[in-house]
């Protein structure tokens, strides 16, 4: 059975009376050499254990299979549990569970399914649920390396340099955490239903030391998301609505301009390096003013 050829995933589906959810986001690959891709850069081997995310029919897991050690996908649709019994049959290193990823306990996962390998994560993810998927695996600190399909606008997104359009707080929080890279495009003539978006291929490998000296990677995300939360207005806007009720806005005014900061600057102009200088000021001004 070939998992990307459209007659072959007709007849599939048929026998098990699946029908596609659009509230789900399925959209099935009918293009063999994206999921041989992908699987081939994420760097699985013998030595790693790979955790997928929403398998489908298993197109992508087969692929994984063949280089991985361990396989373990999680599915949330439960039509698709008979499925992939039947697709996955011939591969003894898949193990198929049945959940909700946002729900599942990731460190106690990677623990039990993984141990001895190294874990890694390649999945072709719902587009409904890609920011707080890719936020969950990186705060589970159990992963060495996210390779994902995603629409290619977050992939944009994700990858944004300071000044640009795409440029935001999820920016800064993927670059901080991980080294992102887009890998390549995929367009919606090789999915079944085709999606409206074109999508593409990210790989994160997550970084052993923060990029950046902080003090607090708490206080520095919520400057990050305060420089951002008021993106048409100056820097000094958005921090004096966050931080206004414990430093005046005349002091921020002072404080940025210490940093090295225009009066006019933008929060979505900073990079990494000037967030942390930001963040590691104002937590400083901050305890001095409890002291």
């Known amino acids: 059975m070939d998992l990307c050829n ?26 063999a050499s994206v999921p041989y891709s992908i699987a081939e850069n994420c760097g699985a081997d013998k030595s790693c254990g790979v955790l997928e995310i929403g398998p489908g029919i298993g197109c992508l897991t087969e692929q994984l299979a063949k280089r991985a050690q361990k396989v373990v996908s999680v599915e949330l649709d439960r039509r698709l549990l008979p499925v992939l019994s039947e697709t996955m049959a011939p591969y003894e290193n898949v193990t198929v569970i049945h959940g909700d990823i946002l729900k599942l306990n990731l460190p106690a996962l990677a623990a039990e399914q993984f141990s001895g390998l190294t874990p890694l994560v390649c999945a072709n993810l719902p587009y409904n649920i890609t920011t707080p998927v890719l936020s969950a695996l990186i705060d589970s600190q159990c992963f060495e390396c ?13 990858c944004a340099v300071p000044g640009s359009a ?25 999915f079944t239903p085709q999606p409206k978006v074109t999508s593409a291929v990210l790989r994160c490998t997550l970084r052993k030391n923060p990029p950046v000296d902080i003090a607090d990677s708490v206080f520095f995300f919520r400057v990050v998301r305060a ?17 206004g009720t414990q430093i005046p806005k005349t002091e921020l005014a002072a404080l940025l301009d210490c940093c090295g900061f225009s009066p006019a600057v933008r929060g979505e ?8 200088r930001l963040s590691n000021a104002l937590q400083e001004r901050l305890q001095d003013s409890h002291r």
Request: a positive charge.
């Open 227 to 243: 420089a951002f939360a008021m993106r048409r207005k100056t820097l000094v806007n958005g921090l004096a609505s966050a931080f």
């Open 166 to 190: 795409a440029y935001g707080a999820f920016s800064v929080y993927m670059q901080f955490h991980t080294t992102p890279e887009l890998l390549f495009d995929v367009p919606p003539h090789c």
């Open 146 to 158: 996210l390779t994902v399909m995603i629409q290619k606008e977050v992939a944009q997104r994700i």
């Open 269 to 276: 102009t900073l990079g990494l390096a000037e967030f942390a």
């Open 6 to 31: 459209l007659k072959d995933i007709r007849a599939l589906l048929d026998r098990h009376g699946f029908h596609f959810s659009k509230a789900m986001g399925q959209n099935f690959l009918i293009d």
